[in-house]
C-alpha cells in the first residue's frame, strides 16, 4: 500500500515471483491503515469496541 493524499490506482507489486496485492486498507499491530492516512475509521472501531466491552461487563454487575 501506498500512502498519499490522494491515493492512485495502481497495479499489484511482483517481488521474486510473488504477486503482493494492494489493498485499500489493512490492520497492522492493531491499528488500521489505509491509503489515505486517515484515523476517523480507527477511532470509530476503537470507540465500538470500547462499548461492546462495557455492555458486555454491565450484564455482569448489579448496577
Same mark, same amino acid.
Given at each position: 500500500? =501506498? &500512502? %498519499? %493524499? =490522494?491515493?492512485?490506482?495502481?497495479? +499489484?507489486?511482483?517481488?521474486? !515471483? *510473488? =504477486?503482493?496485492?494492494?489493498?485499500?486498507?489493512?490492520?497492522?499491530?492493531? =491499528?488500521? &491503515?489505509?491509503?489515505? +492516512?486517515?484515523?476517523?475509521?480507527? &477511532? !470509530?472501531?476503537? &470507540?465500538?469496541?470500547?462499548? @461492546?466491552? *462495557?455492555?458486555? +461487563? %454491565?450484564?455482569? @454487575?448489579? *448496577?
Amino acid at each position: 500500500m =501506498t &500512502i %498519499k %493524499k =490522494t491515493p492512485e490506482n495502481e497495479n +499489484n507489486v511482483a517481488v521474486d !515471483n *510473488y =504477486t503482493i496485492k494492494r489493498v485499500d486498507a489493512f490492520t497492522y499491530l492493531g =491499528t488500521e &491503515i489505509n491509503q489515505k +492516512n486517515s484515523v476517523s475509521s480507527e &477511532i !470509530n472501531a476503537r &470507540i465500538s469496541s470500547g462499548y @461492546r466491552t *462495557y455492555y458486555a +461487563n %454491565k450484564r455482569h @454487575r448489579n *448496577y
